[in-house]
């Protein structure tokens, strides 16, 4: 059954489908081209498809209008959000470059993130914004996991990590005495360990380059003991070792 979220552009129109009636997912969609179907895709698997970003009316979303030039090749790009379906995870990106016929020159798995952010760069490029879900659930729950942010640019073969654009300038003192003052104000949990918004801050100053400030913040702001200290850290830094781009992290904090 057709839906009422088809969209035309250009000489292009794209076709979703529902599985039966108009309150299913959208379970398969087609791309047309001057009236001739040259791509074609069904989801048998649960979930659904939408045409850019899954929730582009949230707020801090940003919708890239289909036929963009988003890789900087010179053609027009189509984003179409794929979602496994259920409570959390999974939504993926798929990139789609569109001329006489259709090829998908990259594909992003956002996991349990169902913010579609983008930002663009001087070159033309659109960088996708995920979040790294490493942190999901660890000693916390869902909705108070810490999910740092990463940026993702188009190369040549798909989409990677853009180590440049996450990496920012150094704080100052001032700047980190705030931060200090925060994590000193941070009550403890019940058995005295420290609370998801601790290692937030601790997860932001490392996914910006700043790891050696994360390490001298845990010192001088954790407020138990010096054993709890030392396991809560192994056990931090065993999670973080977990992170799909942690060869990425690692490098950019020269670890």
């Not at 707020?59 to 090749?73: L, Q």
């Not at 999901?136 to 190369?155: C, D």
């Not at 360990?193 to 490392?206: V, Y």
């Not at 977990?242 to 904090?253: L, Q, R």
């Amino acid at each position: 059954m057709a839906s009422d979220d088809d969209v035309k552009f250009e000489s292009y129109e794209v076709r979703t489908y529902r599985a039966k009636g108009e309150n299913d997912p959208l379970r398969a969609f087609e791309i047309l081209k001057s009236g001739h179907r040259i791509y074609s895709r069904v989801n048998d698997k649960g979930g659904g498809y939408s045409v850019g970003c899954l929730n582009a009316n949230d707020p801090g979303n940003r919708e890239i209008s289909p036929g963009k030039d988003i890789t900087g090749a010179g053609k027009p790009n189509l984003v179409i959000s794929d979602w496994s379906g259920g409570a959390h995870c999974c939504l993926t990106y798929h990139i789609f470059e569109l001329d006489d016929r259709v090829e998908e020159v990259g594909r992003i798995n956002a996991e349990d993130g169902d913010v579609c952010r983008f930002q663009e760069e001087r070159n033309g490029k659109v960088d996708f914004i995920i979040n790294d879900w490493t942190f999901a659930y660890w000693k916390t729950s869902f909705v108070e996991s810490p999910a740092p942010q990463i940026i993702l640019r188009y190369q040549p073969g798909g989409y990677k990590v853009a180590a440049d654009l996450m990496v920012t300038t150094a704080l100052s003192q001032a700047e980190f005495q705030k931060l200090l003052d925060q994590g000193r104000h941070i009550p403890p949990r019940e058995d005295g360990g420290p609370t998801s918004e601790f290692w937030r801050i601790m997860l932001d100053l490392i996914y910006s380059g700043h790891a050696d400030l994360a390490w001298k913040f845990c010192d001088e702001s954790w407020q138990g003991s010096a054993e709890a200290k030392k396991q809560f850290l192994y056990s931090f830094r065993s999670q973080l070792s977990k992170s799909p781009y942690w060869a990425v992290i690692k490098a950019m904090n020269g670890l």
